[in-house]
């Protein structure tokens, strides 16, 4: 498909940028639609006519490309979304893992019972008092 690179006078395309965001459409998109316009005005006054069916298909081809384009970036919305759920549902596996692994640790640990000592009896001396 050819191509054409224009220059424009930032107020016109300050203008074309307003006009193309309120129809929720690309610049260039809008640009092809005013191109189009002016070519058929200049057919009409000029009486040169391009076959209708021509242009009923090429405007049926922009109309699902654009659709294509709305849906293509409503899925790749949809994507980066389900990637954010799915790394906090990973951390969350991840958490519960970490706290499943530390309650094998405490159950596998053996369990240290302080034991009990029992005292030896104590050895008592006998004091011997003498009497007076």
Do not use: C, W
Not at 16 to 45: C, H, P, W
Not at 77 to 104: G, H, P, Q, W, Y
Not at 122 to 128: F, G, N, P, Q, V
């Amino acid at each position: 498909m050819p191509t054409i690179h224009l220059s424009l006078p930032e107020a016109v395309y300050r203008e074309l940028k307003r006009y193309s965001e309120a129809l929720g459409v690309q610049i260039t998109d809008l640009v092809k639609f005013m191109i189009n316009n002016g070519l058929e005005q200049l057919r009409e006054k000029y009486g040169y006519r391009r076959d209708e069916e021509i242009m009923n298909t090429l405007n049926a081809v922009i109309h699902s490309l654009e659709n294509l384009e709305r849906k293509l970036t409503l899925l790749e919305l949809r994507i980066r979304e389900n990637e954010i759920r799915m790394k906090e549902f990973m951390d969350t596996v991840d958490s519960r893992i970490s706290d499943i692994e530390l309650a094998l640790q405490e159950i596998q640990e053996p369990i240290l019972e302080p034991e009990l000592i029992q005292a030896k009896p104590r050895r008592t001396r006998k004091i011997h008092t003498r009497q007076i």
